[in-house]
T-cell receptor, first 113, second 115 residues
Framework: DGGITQSPKYLFRKEGQNVTLSCEQNLNHDAMYWYRQDPGQGLRLIYY???????QKGDIAEGYSVSREKKESFPLTVTSAQKNPTAFYLC????????????FGDGTRLSIL | AQKVTQAQTEISVVEKEDVTLDCVYETRDTTYYLFWYKQPPSGELVFLIR??????QNEISGRYSWNFQKSTSSFNFTITASQVVDSAVYFC????????????FGSGTRLLVRP
């Protein structure tokens, strides 16, 4: 089935450690996104990519990094510079540059040890 | 600036009741799109509907219906005869027309449907 796969489902980070969240899609979508969701809040955009080898910062990019080497993959690294990384992270993808709906993965819940 | 407000943080109803989730938006754009997403306990967001700013017709899909009123900048969502499976967090979102990349989300409304 076509869809977006995020892994792992749960992730724990030690102080000073970088961790990488995986996002893979087989929908052949051009654009991919990373969002952060905190309890009782909506989603906030971290990074997005509209084409391979190109990505842009969203509203809360500090402490995060991404790469887009392949169309189907958009991994997110949470660096040690992100002082409050505990949150639920959602990856999404969308076809084209118009206003098609974004499709979401199941999310990764990141916690601090 | 664009903004989406979902003033209802949590709603609790008994099964078979009708329930309306409110969404009020702010934008200076003349062309924009509105969305509703459902987030069940499993976590993924499920797309429910997209509406553009030039189409004010209400829409019905089974037990779901949407009321779009530009005069009040509202895009409300009604579930008729609610079921336990409707329990989830519902998000309203807004994006600009054209090649916009950015979805602006409301803070969500948690709906609990009790048997």
């Amino acid at each position: 089935d076509g869809g977006i796969t995020q892994s792992p489902k749960y992730l724990f980070r030690k102080e000073g450690q970088n961790v990488t969240l995986s996002c893979e899609q087989n929908l052949n979508h051009d654009a991919m996104y990373w969002y952060r969701q905190d309890p009782g809040q909506g989603l906030r955009l971290i990074y997005y990519s509209q084409i391979v080898n190109d990505f842009q910062k969203g509203d809360i990019a500090e402490g995060y990094s991404v790469s887009r080497e392949k169309k189907e993959s958009f991994p997110l690294t949470v660096t040690s510079a992100q002082k409050n990384p505990t949150a639920f992270y959602l990856c999404a993808s969308k076809q084209g540059v118009g206003n098609q709906p974004q499709h979401f993965g199941d999310g990764t819940r990141l916690s601090i040890l | 600036a664009q903004k989406v407000t979902q003033a209802q943080t949590e709603i609790s109803v008994v099964e078979k009741e009708d329930v309306t989730l409110d969404c009020v938006y702010e934008t200076r754009d003349t062309t924009y799109y509105l969305f509703w997403y459902k987030q069940p306990p499993s976590g993924e967001l499920v797309f429910l509907i997209r509406r553009n700013s030039f189409d004010e017709q209400n829409e019905i899909s089974g037990r779901y219906s949407w009321n779009f009123q530009k005069s009040t900048s509202s895009f409300n969502f009604t579930i008729t005869a609610s079921q336990v499976v409707d329990s989830a967090v519902y998000f309203c979102a807004l994006t600009r027309g054209g090649s916009s990349y950015k979805l602006i989300f409301g803070s969500g409304t948690r709906l609990l449907v009790r048997p």
